[in-house]
């Protein structure tokens, strides 16, 4: 397994590629955020880690420290798929690379781009995963 420092924790890697946080790392980083006013896009940014990640470890120590988590807005937005009389072309971009290129599906206030050759699988656990950082 790799493994690299932050903080003066160590951070290992699994065979798969996932990173391990030690519940150290996570109790530090919500630390700064709670009593340094550090934001989860700075904090992410420090670990080389996904913002939606320390959200997430902010909202578990709230919740450990007794504090009620209130959502602005509903917390799941639905997806509907219509038929229309003539098919909507989705809004696309071609990279320069030759690539098919990527569609935009827009839900809430979240804008989600991704290649037009995703499988249905990993569209799923992308809109789940954008489901959670709102």
């Not at 996570?26 to 939606?52: F, I, N, Q, W």
């Amino acid at each position: 397994m790799a493994e690299r420092e932050v903080w003066g924790f160590k951070i290992r890697t699994s065979p798969s590629g996932k990173r391990i946080w030690p519940s150290e790392l996570k109790r530090e980083a919500t630390k700064r955020l709670r009593e340094d006013g550090m934001s989860p896009g700075d904090v992410a940014a420090e670990l080389d880690a996904h913002e939606c990640l320390v959200r997430k470890w902010w909202v578990a120590d709230r919740r450990e420290r007794g504090e009620k988590i209130s959502v602005d807005g509903p917390a799941f937005a639905q997806i509907s798929v219509e038929p229309a009389v003539a098919p909507a072309a989705p809004q696309t971009t071609t990279a320069g690379n030759g690539s098919a290129g990527s569609a935009h599906l827009y839900v809430g206030s979240i804008c989600l781009q991704f290649p037009l050759s995703i499988n249905e699988a990993d569209l799923l656990k992308l809109i789940r995963v954008a489901g959670q950082c709102q």
